[in-house]
């Protein structure tokens, strides 16, 4: 079993930065692909950014490209996201998901079996 335990969210006016964060537990951490995704109220879940275990190959979902950057520390199990230029449109609760195994970077919700509770982040205009 994998725990995942988000942090860092909070409210920042639009064109400001925040970097969450995801801890997990366990011993396998190097060997997971770890995922980002949020949900807006009302919407879909919506994928946001994947890395793989070494953090060598890493994909960005459309809205967020050249604003988010991934990454991941595998001495530490926790992986980040660095969200710059926020936008209104980024308010969302932010969700760390993990997927076991040797894969590339992947963007399928249904992909990721670990989830963690969720970091609310909101963007005020």
């Known amino acids: 079993q994998v725990q995942l335990v988000e942090s860092g969210g909070g409210l920042v006016q639009a064109g400001g930065s925040l970097r969450l964060s995801c801890l997990a537990s366990?011993?396998?951490?190097?060997?997971?692909?770890m995922g980002w995704f949020r949900q807006a109220p009302g919407k879909e879940r919506e994928f946001v950014v994947s890395?793989?275990?070494?953090?060598?190959?890493?994909s960005y979902g459309d809205s967020v490209k050249g604003r988010f950057t991934i990454s991941r520390d595998n001495a530490k199990n926790t992986v980040y996201l660095q969200m710059n230029n926020l936008k209104p449109e980024d308010t969302a609760v932010y969700y760390c998901?993990?997927?076991?195994?040797?894969?590339?970077?992947?963007?399928?919700?249904?992909?990721?079996?670990?989830w963690g509770q969720g970091t609310q982040v909101t963007v005020s205009s």
């Open positions: 890395v793989n275990r070494n953090g060598g190959i890493i």
């Open positions: 366990g011993r396998t951490f190097s060997s997971y692909v």
């Open positions: 998901a993990a997927r076991p195994g040797y894969y590339s970077a992947s963007r399928l919700e249904r992909d990721f079996e670990y």
